[in-house]
């Protein structure tokens, strides 16, 4: 049988309670160092919650490139088999205007201006509303689920659209999930968590390592007759985390 490790189901019903109970938008930060299951808790949450998933993700490598993250998510949408239709929806839902300024993301929907990123202080106003005006339009369909994982790359650009949308776009119909490793001091990462966390518009959710009642929960769905044993060598090996447990396992089959 396949290898559960997530022991975070109090976390899923917190992600739940917050979708549920919030009356106004909140970015919801899911933390944790590498391994720990940060993802995996956001895309089964994701996976349950329905609604249009968008996903995106940072890459170190990639940090040079304003909006990368918001880019991939956004062009999930191309390989959708209503596309067409999805693009004859949004041209006739949306003024020329904000069609041309959301294309720079995602050129797919037509009728986009080439310039050159970075962009004026003017120029990516209007290019955060564009996109803030598609996700709107977006949501009349089905409520979007907005997914960027390990923030700790993003961009400057990215984090500041991120900021925008969390306060200008409507609860019920945006969710905004986010991973990052340890938010590093004096970052620009740091600067928006600082910042939505004065404003009331943000949830931090801290993931932290399998204690030893976790494993032994998790040893005895894996050999009933041996879960102590198990998680005697299991518990010192891994150190809890997640991700060299599920290794481990696999090693010792």
């Given at each position: 049988?396949?290898?559960?490790?997530?022991?975070?189901?109090?976390?899923?019903?917190?992600?739940?309670?917050?979708?549920?109970?919030?009356?106004?938008?909140?970015?919801?930060?899911?933390?944790?160092?590498?391994?720990?299951?940060?993802?995996?808790?956001?895309?089964?949450?994701?996976?349950?919650?329905?609604?249009?998933?968008?996903?995106?993700?940072?890459?170190?490598?990639?940090?040079?490139?304003?909006?990368?993250?918001?880019?991939?998510?956004?062009?999930?949408?191309?390989?959708?088999?209503?596309?067409?239709?999805?693009?004859?929806?949004?041209?006739?839902?949306?003024?020329?205007?904000?069609?041309?300024?959301?294309?720079?993301?995602?050129?797919?929907?037509?009728?986009?201006?080439?310039?050159?990123?970075?962009?004026?202080?003017?120029?990516?106003?209007?290019?955060?509303?564009?996109?803030?005006?598609?996700?709107?339009?977006?949501?009349?369909i089905e409520p979007v689920r907005l997914?960027?994982?390990?923030l700790q790359w993003a961009d400057r650009?990215?984090?500041?659209?991120?900021?925008?949308?969390?306060?200008?776009?409507?609860?019920?119909?945006?969710?905004?999930?986010?991973?990052a490793r340890e938010v590093p001091p004096?970052?620009?990462?740091?600067?928006?968590?600082?910042?939505?966390?004065?404003?009331?518009?943000?949830?931090?959710?801290?993931?932290?390592?399998?204690?030893?009642?976790?494993?032994?929960?998790?040893?005895?769905?894996?050999?009933?007759?041996?879960?102590?044993?198990?998680?005697?060598?299991?518990?010192?090996?891994?150190?809890?985390?997640?991700?060299?447990?599920?290794?481990?396992?696999?090693?010792?089959?």
């Amino acid at each position: 049988p396949r290898v559960e490790i997530l022991p975070f189901v109090g976390r899923q019903a917190e992600l739940e309670r917050i979708l549920q109970s919030s009356s106004s938008q909140k970015l919801i930060l899911i933390e944790g160092e590498p391994g720990i299951g940060k993802t995996r808790l956001a895309e089964d949450f994701l996976q349950k919650a329905g609604g249009l998933p968008l996903s995106g993700a940072a890459r170190e490598l990639e940090r040079s490139l304003p909006y990368q993250p918001l880019i991939e998510a956004l062009r999930s949408l191309t390989a959708r088999s209503d596309w067409k239709a999805l693009v004859a929806f949004l041209h006739d839902r949306l003024p020329s205007l904000w069609i041309r300024e959301a294309a720079h993301l995602l050129p797919e929907l037509g009728e986009s201006e080439t310039r050159p990123l970075p962009l004026a202080d003017a120029e990516e106003s209007r290019l955060w509303e564009g996109v803030h005006r598609l996700l709107e339009a977006l949501a009349e369909i089905e409520p979007v689920r907005l997914f960027l994982d390990d923030l700790q790359w993003a961009d400057r650009s990215t984090l500041g659209l991120l900021g925008y949308l969390v306060r200008h776009s409507e609860a019920a119909r945006l969710l905004i999930l986010t991973t990052a490793r340890e938010v590093p001091p004096r970052s620009p990462l740091a600067a928006l968590v600082g910042t939505l966390t004065r404003e009331d518009r943000l949830e931090r959710i801290l993931l932290e390592r399998l204690q030893e009642r976790d494993i032994v929960a998790l040893t005895r769905r894996l050999s009933p007759a041996y879960a102590y044993p198990l998680a005697e060598w299991l518990g010192p090996a891994s150190e809890g985390n997640p991700y060299v447990l599920a290794e481990l396992v696999r090693y010792a089959r």
